[in-house]
Antibody, heavy 123, light 107 residues
Framework: QVQLEESGPRLVKPSETLTLTCTVS??????????WGWIRQSPGKGLEWLGS???????YYNPSLRGRVSISADTVKNQFSLTLTSVTAADTAVYYC???????????????WGQGVLVTVSS | EVVMTQSPATLSVSPGQRATLSCRAS??????LAWYQHKPGQAPRLLIY???TRAAGIPVRFSGGASGTEFTLTITRLDSEDFAVYFC?????????FGQGTNVEIK
C-alpha cells in the first residue's frame, strides 16, 4: 500500500519561496505509471489542486497559480517536491501530496493522499 | 474551470440512519467524479470514483449515484466511524476541482 508523507518548513515569510517534499513508500516514482501531485486547502476554503508530475518530466499545473508553481522529482530518494514562489498570506494552507493520475490517463481521481502539513505565510 | 457545489454544508444524522450528500457540477463532467472522506489529522481517503465505483476496501454501505450534472453519495446505516467531512472532485477537465465539502455530524 502506497504511503505519502509531506515535510518542509511550517513558516514562510511573504515574498519568499515555499518548498515542500513528499516522500513516497510502497511505490516507486521511477517507472511508475502514476502521476504525483500537490493539493492544498486554505483556511475556510475548499481544496485546490496545484499540479502534478510524471517522473519522466511531464507536468500539469493549475493556471490559477500564474506560473508560481513547479513540481520536480528525485527518483533516487523516491521523493517529489513542490516549489511555490512569491508567497503571500493567501498561500497559507494545509498542503497535501497525492498519487493522482496515470501515464495513459493523466486526469483521474487522487487514489492516495498524505496527511497534509500546515504552512503559514507570515513575517 | 468547473465549479463543484456540495450540499448541505452540514448534515446531522443519527448512527444507523441513512445519509445522502449532493454534489453539482457547473457543466458536464460525465462520470468523472470522485468522493473522498476526510477526518481531522488524517489523510483523505478515496471512497468512490467513476461516480459509482467503490475504491478498494470501501464498505458496501457507501454508494455513488449520478444524474446529469448531479451526483450523490449515499451512506446507508451510518457507523460511528463515518462521521467526517466528505468532498467531491471532478476530473473531467483541467484543472481538477473540488467541492467545498459536507460535514456529516452526529445528531
Amino acid at each position: 500500500q502506497v504511503q505519502l508523507e509531506e515535510s518542509g518548513p511550517r513558516l514562510v515569510k511573504p515574498s519568499e519561496t515555499l518548498t515542500l517534499t513528499c516522500t513516497v513508500s510502497g511505490d516507486s516514482i521511477h517507472n511508475s505509471p502514476f502521476y504525483w501531485g500537490w493539493i492544498r486547502q486554505s483556511p475556510g476554503k475548499g481544496l485546490e489542486w496545484l499540479g502534478s508530475l510524471f517522473y519522466s518530466g511531464t507536468n500539469y499545473y493549475n493556471p490559477s497559480l500564474r506560473g508560481r508553481v513547479s513540481i520536480s522529482a528525485d527518483t533516487v530518494k523516491n521523493q517529489f517536491s513542490l516549489t511555490l514562489t512569491s508567497v503571500t498570506a493567501a498561500d497559507t494552507a494545509v498542503y497535501y501530496c497525492g498519487r493522482d493520475g496515470l501515464k495513459v490517463v493523466p486526469l483521474t481521481q487522487v487514489d492516495s493522499w498524505g496527511q497534509g502539513v500546515l504552512v503559514t505565510v507570515s513575517s | 474551470e468547473v465549479v463543484m457545489t456540495q450540499s448541505p454544508a452540514t448534515l446531522s444524522v443519527s448512527p444507523g440512519q441513512r445519509a445522502t450528500l449532493s454534489c453539482r457540477a457547473s457543466q458536464s463532467v460525465g462520470t468523472n467524479l470522485a468522493w473522498y472522506q476526510h477526518k481531522p489529522g488524517q489523510a483523505p481517503r478515496l471512497l468512490i470514483y467513476g461516480a459509482f465505483t467503490r475504491a478498494a476496501g470501501i464498505p458496501v454501505r457507501f454508494s455513488g449515484g449520478a444524474s446529469g450534472t448531479e451526483f450523490t453519495l449515499t451512506i446507508t446505516r451510518l457507523d460511528s466511524e463515518d462521521f467526517a467531512v466528505y468532498f467531491c472532485q471532478q476530473y473531467n477537465d483541467w484543472p481538477r476541482t473540488f467541492g467545498q465539502g459536507t460535514n456529516v455530524e452526529i445528531k
